[in-house]
């Protein structure tokens, strides 16, 4: 009998032992959140308002492209818990003399995201109201991201 009781609390102490050993990994892994993204349903671009304080919350770009008039982004950044909100803006400044200089940046707001999983996502934008508006042999598009990659500025001609 004292044996099966002693074999008893050995698994007891096992599963105890395991689920303590494991918790943090399924901590990390409960801040994981998948998404998907329609890249057919692009969002539109805004244009920034002087007065309105943007989020910039961190992000970097891994790869980004321009497919006819949609700018795709692909990007990374830590959370995971919380929804996260993406706009992407054009600055309200330029001047219009050719060659045209414009600027886009891409809002990020985390939420207050404090899950640490590292997330990546692929977003589409419709820039097409920006070639509307500008003779397209004479525009630049300049996206920064600063002060994440303030090293990098992408042009598109």
Not at 21 to 40: K, Y
Not at 81 to 106: K, N, V
Request: proline share 5%.
């Amino acid at each position: 009998m004292e044996t099966k009781i002693f074999t008893k609390n050995l698994r007891t102490n096992t599963k105890l032992f395991a689920s303590v050993l494991l918790s943090p990994f399924m901590l990390l892994l409960s801040c994981e959140q998948t998404t998907p993204i329609n890249t057919n349903e692009c969002l539109q671009i805004s244009i920034a308002d002087q007065e309105v304080n943007i989020p910039n919350d961190y992000y970097l770009i891994n790869e980004i492209s321009l497919d006819k008039k949609d700018l795709l982004l692909n990007i990374s950044h830590s959370g995971g818990f919380q929804e996260h909100e993406y706009e992407l803006f054009l600055d309200p400044l330029f001047c219009a003399t050719p060659p045209i200089y414009l600027t886009i940046r891409l809002s990020h707001n985390s939420n207050n995201d404090l899950c640490e999983a590292w997330i990546t996502k692929n977003l589409c934008f419709d820039i097409s109201s920006i070639y509307n508006d500008f003779p397209e042999n004479q525009l630049y598009i300049e996206f920064i991201n600063y002060p994440h990659q303030s090293d990098t500025i992408w042009v598109f001609e």
